[in-house]
């Protein structure tokens, strides 16, 4: 084991984002912190719920299990976070399935708007990989050791 490195059971993570580069660097940093956290990425709204709801593409040949934590981006193109977050929420099969806001926004009508849709948390995203790794410690360390999650 790394320094620094933690083993938890195996937990997985669904990343959200359009933005490849920023999905890079949140796997890279939640690896860093936890080697044995499954993530797993969609790049929309569309294939976040296809990825929950096992029915299209490349998601419906696989026996994919529910994540145990989701980091939605808000602004990516086909179906928003916002759209994505109410779809979730509305869902009795995925609304207690933790939901983290990871955006660039810093709005306040952004982050008002993520609370009254039913998001666990807003959290903006750092401007450092040094910030990043830091922050994805603490994440895994909340939702992962602190607090005792649903079985979804």
């Known amino acids: ?45 569309e294939e976040l719920m296809d990825y929950l709801t096992k029915t299209y593409g490349d998601f419906s040949q696989k026996e994919n299990e529910k994540p145990q934590l989701i980091l939605l981006d808000l602004n990516m193109p086909r179906k928003d976070g916002r ?5 979730i929420k509305r869902n009795k099969n995925f609304r207690k399935i933790p939901v983290i806001v ?9 982050i008002k708007n993520a609370y009254d849709l039913g998001v666990n948390c807003y959290i903006t995203k750092p401007n ?9 410690k603490k994440i895994g360390d909340y939702w992962f050791k602190t607090v005792e999650l649903p079985m979804v």
């Open 102 to 110: 990871f955006s660039t926004s810093k709005d306040a009508n952004d």
């Open 128 to 136: 450092s990989y040094t910030e990043l790794l830091l922050l994805t």
């Open 83 to 87: 759209e994505a977050l109410a779809e």
């Open 1 to 45: 084991m790394t320094k620094g490195t933690e083993v938890l059971k195996n937990y997985t993570i669904l990343i959200a984002d359009d933005d490849a580069d920023d999905r890079l660097m949140a796997s890279d940093a939640f690896h860093e912190n936890f080697q044995n956290t499954t993530i797993k990425f969609v790049e929309d709204g």
